[in-house]
């Protein structure tokens, strides 16, 4: 059993916008920071953005404003508001706890393309 289940994924055109979530348990939910990262074939993992426990959010500086991250704690679920794609951001999306205790999911695919 995936310990993340990543979702929202899709083909979209440049300019246009995604949410993705990802699901995980309770305990996960509530003990950690939370992060979304994106991979490439060929390419390092990299963060996207990360929630801090408390309060606070940091972007990866090629975001420059374009997306919210967010969590619920009622639905033990993390979400990515991704707005203005761009071609580049054509990548698999993971969650995970910023400091990658856990095993990655399957992710979700975003692909941006005209």
């Known amino acids: 059993q995936e310990h993340f289940v990543e979702s929202g994924g899709g083909l979209v055109h440049p300019g246009e916008s995604l949410r993705l979530s990802c699901a995980t348990t309770a305990s996960t939910f509530s003990q950690y920071s939370m992060a979304w990262y994106r991979q490439a074939p060929g390419k390092q993992r990299e963060l996207v953005a990360a929630?801090?426990?408390?309060?606070?959010?940091k972007y990866g500086d090629f975001v420059k404003g374009r997306f919210t991250i967010s969590r619920d704690y009622s639905k033990n679920s993390l979400y990515l508001q991704m707005n203005r794609l761009e071609p580049e951001g054509t990548d698999v999306y993971s969650c995970?706890?910023?400091?990658?205790?856990?095993?990655w999911g399957q992710g979700t695919q975003v692909t941006v393309s005209s």
């Open positions: 929630i801090l426990s408390a309060t606070g959010t």
């Open positions: 995970n706890t910023l400091s990658q205790v856990y095993s």
